[in-house]
């Protein structure tokens, strides 16, 4: 059975610090990328970062960029997103996702395969 558990989130204050963590089991971890998408209140889902496992490249999103840093453990099935000087905007739920890993593709624009549940991510201003 697939899975992907996302954790980490909480209440932080403006400027704060979180590490989000995905953990993931029933595929093949180090033949997929994994990417974290955020969906702020009354917004869409957006792809804020992703690192492809195959090749390490990664994307940050210009809103995260600087301030976000995405890791890969592929010892432990896991793949962090470190999230520092956080601003009220970055409140949402974030998601994890492995996507389909294609030749060539950055990972950016890598398909989702599978979903994980989300986590609650509040900044406070």
């Known amino acids: 059975e697939v899975q992907l558990q996302a954790s980490g989130g909480g209440l932080v204050q403006a400027g704060g610090s979180l590490r989000l963590s995905c953990a993931a089991s029933?595929?093949?971890?180090?033949?997929?990328?994994i990417g974290w998408f955020r969906q702020a209140p009354g917004k869409e889902r957006e792809e804020i970062s992703c690192?492809?496992?195959?090749?390490?490249?990664?994307y940050y999103a210009d809103s995260v960029k600087g301030r976000f840093t995405i890791s890969s453990d592929n010892a432990k099935n896991t793949v962090y997103l470190q999230m520092s000087n956080l601003k009220p905007e970055d409140t949402g739920v974030y998601f994890c996702a492995a996507l389909i890993v294609d030749f060539g593709v950055r990972c950016e624009d890598l398909v989702e395969g599978y979903w994980g549940q989300g986590t609650l991510v509040t900044v406070s201003s």
């Open positions: 690192i492809d496992n195959t090749d390490r490249n990664e």
């Open positions: 029933g595929f093949t971890f180090g033949a997929y990328g």
